[in-house]
């Protein structure tokens, strides 16, 4: 009975942590770029400032947010699994070895589709899907 109750418990955290794990954040580009789903290990590389070039061998101009701000800290953590103020540090390196240029920061999600919408090789992230440009579109993440 209590291994019962004990697989239950661990069950509904599982359920729990995935529903958290994969709250609402959805993965924008612009319409041109060809990509329809973006594994999770490409998605971290091209924020880590890894992988500068889309497969089409255009340079990838990425949107984000402020340091302070909520949206960031969870798409973080939740995505890109590391802390926000470690990946600003890790920006300043590949910025100051001129591997990459440093995102394009925004202060809005309004701010963010807009970018997204003006720049065919760029990505970003919202966690509302109200007022998505046409020029914008989803991405599917595949873990």
């Keep these: 009975m209590k291994r019962a109750i004990l697989n239950i418990s661990i069950l509904a955290l599982f359920i729990i942590f995935a529903v958290v794990k994969t709250s609402a954040h959805y993965i ?9 789903s973006i594994e999770i290990g490409y998605l971290r590389n091209i924020y880590y400032g890894n992988t ?16 302070d701000n909520n949206l960031k800290n969870e798409f973080c953590n939740n995505f890109l699994n590391i802390a926000p103020n470690r990946l600003s540090r890790i920006w300043l390196q590949v910025s100051l070895s001129g591997k990459a240029s440093p995102p394009l920061i925004v202060t809005s999600e309004k701010e963010m589709m807009k970018s997204v919408a003006d720049n065919e090789n760029a990505i970003g992230y919202v ?17």
């Excluded at 924008?28 to 329809?36: R, T």
């Excluded at 500068?52 to 340091?67: A, G, L, S, V």
């Excluded at 966690?127 to 873990?143: F, G, H, N, R, T």
């Design 52 to 67: 500068t070039i889309w497969q089409n061998n255009t340079k990838i101009q990425i949107i984000d947010f402020n340091i």
């Design 28 to 36: 924008i580009v612009n319409k041109a770029n060809p990509i329809q």
């Design 127 to 143: 966690e509302s899907l109200k007022k998505l440009p046409d020029e914008v579109k989803v991405i599917q993440i595949m873990y």
